[in-house]
């Protein structure tokens, strides 16, 4: 109930010169296909009612940035209200231009994407994949273009949620473990 109607979007700042570069815009981007009505005017749409929120911008290979973004409007599946939205990751340019979802998979949550020292995309996710309790977000990794998708950790650990990780120049992935709820 206290989302934010503007939503978030992601900028790049060049330090030198303090310019500031918007890279998102508001992009609503929900299945159309299906006969919803997305009309923010009528009132009894299935516009959402909130701000897209694109967040947890990481730069990846290539000159792409993978970030998360609730655009595609979906629900996730142990949603705890009616205006949750599902994270999905993206990949764009470095200028914003050319913006592709490459977590097709991701229908219940992807969190704090952060690149790994062979290219491939740690995150957080609140997928259930036959995991019970509605607390756990084991880490994932996929490759910055969508394929090759595997675990990392935290599929055995009731409870434990891993976010915020990065990966040590040893090869160690850092990850925050606490208990959730």
């Not at 997305?38 to 947890?56: E, H, K, L, M, Q």
């Not at 470095?94 to 062979?118: I, K, T, Y």
């Not at 995309?121 to 996929?142: C, K, Q, T, V, Y």
Request: hydrophobic share 35%.
């Amino acid at each position: 109930d206290h989302l934010s109607y503007r939503g978030a979007d992601l900028y790049k700042l060049n330090v030198d010169t303090r310019q500031l570069v918007r890279l998102t815009h508001q992009e609503f981007t929900p299945n159309r296909g299906n006969g919803a009505d997305f009309d923010p005017a009528n009132p009894n749409s299935n516009y959402p009612r909130i701000g897209v929120f694109n967040t947890g911008g990481t730069f990846a290979p290539g000159g792409w940035i993978v970030f998360t973004s609730s655009r595609n409007n979906l629900m996730p599946p142990k949603a705890f209200n009616w205006v949750e939205r599902v994270l999905q990751l993206h990949r764009m340019r470095d200028d914003g231009s050319n913006v592709e979802l490459v977590g097709h998979l991701n229908l219940g949550m992807a969190l704090h994407p952060q690149v790994l020292r062979d290219g491939r995309i740690a995150f957080s996710s609140w997928e259930m994949h036959g995991i019970r309790d509605l607390r756990n977000f084991p880490l994932w990794a996929i490759g910055p273009d969508g394929r090759n998708w595997t675990s990392l950790s935290g599929f055995s650990e009731l409870a434990l949620t891993h976010h915020f990780m990065t990966q040590m120049p040893d090869g160690d992935i850092v990850v925050c473990r606490y208990y959730n709820l």
